[in-house]
């Protein structure tokens, strides 16, 4: 039996249990697709917590929720210019630590 776990990006434990009897290439790709997932979920995880709040609800709502620039700003109530900057900030924040 496979088990994996991930954590969600409200920082909760997640399990995935097995492959509940299925068996040959199909659950052999999902397995390795959910642990890729849990990995790539981890590290993004890692790389916002080094964010400040405001920054990472811009990312969250921007790159996870596909939203614009200006819905973000309504609904965390800022202006889109500061949306904008924090953004920026943000994604350089982000890369420089992603090249670390």
Not at 41 to 69: C, G, P, T, W
Request: hydrophobic share 35%; proline share 0%; with cysteine.
């Amino acid at each position: 039996m496979l088990t994996s776990f991930c954590y969600g990006f409200d920082g909760e434990e997640y399990g995935e249990g097995g492959n509940n009897g299925e068996t040959g290439k199909k659950a052999a790709i999902e397995a390795a697709c959910f642990d890729v997932q849990c990995i790539n979920r981890a590290f993004i995880m890692e790389l916002l917590n080094k964010l400040d709040e405001l920054q990472k609800r811009v990312i969250v709502h921007r790159y996870f929720f596909e939203r614009s620039q200006a819905e973000t700003a309504d609904l965390i109530g800022i202006s889109q210019s500061t949306v904008s900057r924090l953004e920026k900030a943000a994604l350089l924040k982000l890369k420089t630590e992603e090249d670390r």
